[in-house]
């Protein structure tokens, strides 16, 4: 079975940085992608970054473009989101997901993905 597990939230202040961590076991294809995804009261889990392991293609969501910087190291099976800049409406439990094959057809969407981890909380304050 696939595991994803999500860590490295915390709180921050506005234009401070974390780094989220996926540690992911159990994909059976080199074929796969994993993506982070918020989700903020009241509102609905958006996709924020995604990355494929086969060409290491990214995607961002507008708002995160060139603050937010996705990446995988294979040897240890994590992928990682460095947040730099961040703003008080970063703040949401962030989930990693991942899906057989390329996210290339649904997008970096929620309802694309075969898998969760656990969420983790970054709060950023004002």
């Known amino acids: 079975d696939v595991q994803l597990q999500a860590s490295g939230g915390g709180l921050v202040q506005a234009g401070g940085s974390l780094r989220l961590s996926c540690r992911a076991s159990g994909f059976t294809s080199d074929d796969h992608g994993i993506g982070w995804f918020r989700q903020a009261p009241g509102k609905e889990r958006e996709g924020v970054s995604c990355i494929g392991s086969l060409d290491g293609s990214t995607y961002y969501t507008d708002s995160v473009k060139g603050r937010f910087t996705i990446s995988s190291d294979n040897a240890k099976n994590t992928v990682y989101l460095q947040m730099n800049s961040l703003k008080p409406e970063d703040t949401a439990v962030y989930y990693c997901?991942?899906?057989?094959?390329?996210?290339?057809?649904?997008?970096?969407?929620?309802?694309?993905?075969?898998?969760w981890g656990n969420g983790t909380q970054v709060t950023v304050s004002s």
């Open positions: 997901g991942g899906l057989d094959g390329s996210y290339y057809y649904t997008g970096c969407r929620p309802f694309g993905m075969n898998y």
